[in-house]
Each structure stands twice: as C-alpha cells, then as structure tokens.
Nanobody
Framework: QVQLVESGGGLVQAGGSLRLSCAAS????????MAWFRQAPGKEREFVAA????????YYADSVKGRFTISRDNAKNTVLLQMNSLKPEDTAVYSC???????????????????WGQGTQVTVSS
C-alpha cells in the first residue's frame, strides 16, 4: 500500500550537511506519521526523528537534536531530513518509515511503523 524510497545520502566531511529525502507512494500518505531511523555497522537500529501526520509535532533523538530537522510536504508526498553539523558518529544507513493511520504508541519506537524504505548510506569522514 505504501512504498518508501530514500535518496540524498552520500559522503560528506565532518561539519558538513546533507539532506535526505523520502518519497512515498500511496493515496493515504497524508494520514501517516513518518520517521527516520539509522543503523551503523555493529550497532542496533536507532531512532533519529519523527513527524506526525500534519507536521505540527516533531521528535528527535538527543544525539541529533539541534542539528537535524525533519519536515514533510504532504502535497509532494515527501519527508525530508536536513542534517547539519554532521559528525563521524552519524555514519549509518538511514531508513524512512511510515506508520498506519490507526497506529498508536511511541513515535520513538520502531514497532509503531509498518512501512520501511530500503535505506540510504550516509558516511561522514573526519
């Protein structure tokens, strides 16, 4: 029902910026909360940021707060993650996720989300 495709990853030096995009297909996109998670080699998947269906509420992991900004453009069916002041510790595969309209629970939990993109690699060099 929903397909998510991430783009915008790449190699950047520490202190630089990247903007990740998540393109969603599905007629009920506007009803979904969206989130970004990341997973580095040898590490568990961790929450990065989330945004509710309207974009009025955003949520961030402490590790990215003040550096990353999540936003959505429902008219274009896209969710963005603007990443500034990147650190080598941000290196990971970043995945976009979407929930379902009836879902409840914590925005920080991967269990909330039903749909996942394939991920895009972000590498931050020192």
């Amino acid at each position: 029902q929903v397909q998510l495709v991430e783009s915008g990853g790449g190699l950047v030096q520490a202190g630089g910026s990247l903007r990740l995009s998540c393109a969603a297909s599905g007629r009920t996109f506007r009803s979904y909360a969206m989130a970004w998670f990341r997973q580095a080699p040898g590490k568990e998947r961790e929450f990065v940021a989330a945004i509710n269906w309207s974009g009025a509420n955003t949520y961030y992991a402490d590790s990215v707060k003040g550096r990353f900004t999540i936003s959505r453009d429902n008219a274009k069916n896209t969710v963005l993650l603007q990443m500034n002041s990147l650190k080598p510790e941000d290196t990971a595969v970043y995945s976009c996720a979407a929930d379902s309209p009836s879902n409840s629970g914590s925005y920080y939990s991967a269990w909330r989300y039903d749909y996942w993109g394939q991920g895009t690699q972000v590498t931050v060099s020192s």
